[in-house]
Nanobody, 130 residues
Framework: QVQLVESGGGLVQAGDSLKLSCLFS????????MGWFRQTPGNEREFVAG????????AYTDSVKGRFTISREDEKKSTYLEMNNLSPEDTAVYYC???????????????????????WGQGTQVTVSS
């Protein structure tokens, strides 16, 4: 049973930085692609960033390119989302997700759609005030 636990959310001001962490447990982490999504009330979950199993490929939604960085640390079974120059538009619940499918592993791909991910964390709230 895969479990994902996010941490690091909070209330910050515009221009500030936050680093989200996601701790993975339940199976072998180093073959799993990881992603971060966010969701605001009344909207669908939006892809923010993803990283493949080997860590050599990443993907970002356009609105966060140059401001957010996704990384992984296999020894700690963790993935991170470093968020800089935050704006009120970044306010959302942020979710960590894992894709452990063999096809994603063999392709070395970065999944960017929510339906590609099998397991999800409970979410952590990020609120950016203006």
């Amino acid at each position: 049973q895969v479990q994902l636990v996010e941490s690091g959310g909070g209330l910050v001001q515009a221009g500030d930085s936050l680093k989200l962490s996601c701790l993975f447990s339940g199976r072998t982490f180093k073959i799993v692609a990881m992603g971060w999504f966010r969701q605001t009330p009344g909207n669908e979950r939006e892809f923010v960033a993803g990283i493949n199993w080997s860590g050599d490929k990443t993907a970002y939604t356009d609105s966060v390119k140059g401001r957010f960085t996704i990384s992984r640390e296999d020894e700690k079974k963790s993935t991170y989302l470093e968020m800089n120059n935050l704006s009120p538009e970044d306010t959302a619940v942020y979710y960590c997700a894992a894709d452990a499918s063999l096809s994603t592993y063999y392709d070395g791909a970065v999944p960017t759609e929510a339906k590609e991910y099998d397991d999800w964390g409970q979410g952590t709230q990020v609120t950016v005030s203006s």
